[in-house]
């Protein structure tokens, strides 16, 4: 059974860890990322941008597939399904669709017009159980055509919204979407501690987790980051592990070009890559 974000996000913040969301793109995604997770006994949240869910023929499809699998598979873990930089309308999609936490990006609106909407979906969401992130200011780089310039988020907006009585806050801290360029400045952990300090206990997001050094996570989830994205580094881990898997002429082995043995390298690439990332965030066995 799916869950609201909310309970294992605090519990991260009491006990100074973080739960990862790892997007999911298909069936060997989820599959991955559910085993991975029950194996190392660690809350979880499934993200689905807007584009995936497209790609996966809907969000009502998504959410079928996620129930029935952690049924199949015997799940025991928290388990969040998670739109992820939701636009409004993508918002009560979700809704309906039967997800169990929502984000709404209202960081590309004048920040008026984010708390209005943002405050009218908590509203929506507290009626049915459901978690929901907000962001203010921008996160860096392109996913799945969500752009972002990267701007650090003004505190005192952070407040506002935090105020309104979100699940949980994203807030651009000079983070990016997909791979860091060699001249990237790092994380504004000032800006961060001051967003710490205005909103107290709020759990706080870390977009764009694929490549950042280990001890800048370690040093944001101490100031108050309970949530940590990863898509990009899963989607490098699935591609390296399939085109070694060609390269070295496997699909053309036997039957090696049946699709559940061509992606199945790529599959165990993902669990590897999720396990450690488990590891890095501290929430290993925090699910027993």
């Known amino acids: 059974m799916l869950v609201s974000a909310k309970e294992m996000l605090e519990k991260a913040v009491e006990g100074h860890y973080a739960v990862g969301q ?3 793109n298909n069936l060997e995604w989820t599959k991955a990322v559910l085993n991975a997770a029950e194996e190392m006994k660690s809350p979880v949240i499934l993200g689905v941008s807007e584009g995936a869910g497209k790609y996966m023929t809907g969000f009502k499809t998504v959410a079928a ?13 928290p388990v969040a399904l998670h739109l992820d930089h939701g636009t ?24 008026e017009e984010n708390v209005a909407k943002t405050k009218e979906l908590i509203e929506v969401c507290n009626k049915k159980g459901i978690s929901l992130e907000a962001e203010v200011g921008s996160i860096g780089g392109e996913e799945d055509g969500v752009i972002g310039q990267g701007e650090c988020a003004d505190p005192n907006e952070c407040k506002q919204i935090a105020d309104l009585g979100v699940t949980m806050l994203a807030a651009g801290i000079g983070n990016i979407h997909g791979k860091y360029p060699a001249n990237w400045a790092g994380l504004s952990f000032e800006t961060l501690d001051a967003i710490q300090k205005l909103t107290g206990k709020l759990p706080l ?19 108050g980051v309970a ?32 699709p559940r043995k061509l992606l199945k390298p790529g599959y165990e690439a993902i669990i590897e890559t999720v396990k450690e990332k488990m590891e890095l965030f501290g929430s290993v066995g925090k699910a027993e």
Do not use: W
């Open 22 to 24: 790892f997007n999911i």
């Open 65 to 77: 597939m996620v129930e029935a699998m952690m049924g199949e598979l015997g799940t025991t873990v």
């Open 205 to 223: 997001v870390l977009h764009g987790g694929t490549g950042i050094p280990d001890d800048m996570i370690k040093k944001a989830i101490d100031l």
């Open 88 to 111: 409004y309308e993508g918002s009560y999609k979700c809704i309906e669709a039967g997800f169990s936490s929502i984000m709404f990006d209202g960081s590309k609106y004048p920040i």
């Open 227 to 258: 949530k940590i994205n990863v898509n990009t580094e899963c989607q490098l881990s699935f591609a390296d592990a399939t085109r070694k898997y060609i390269e070295a002429g496997k699909d053309q082995e036997g039957k090696g070009y049946d």
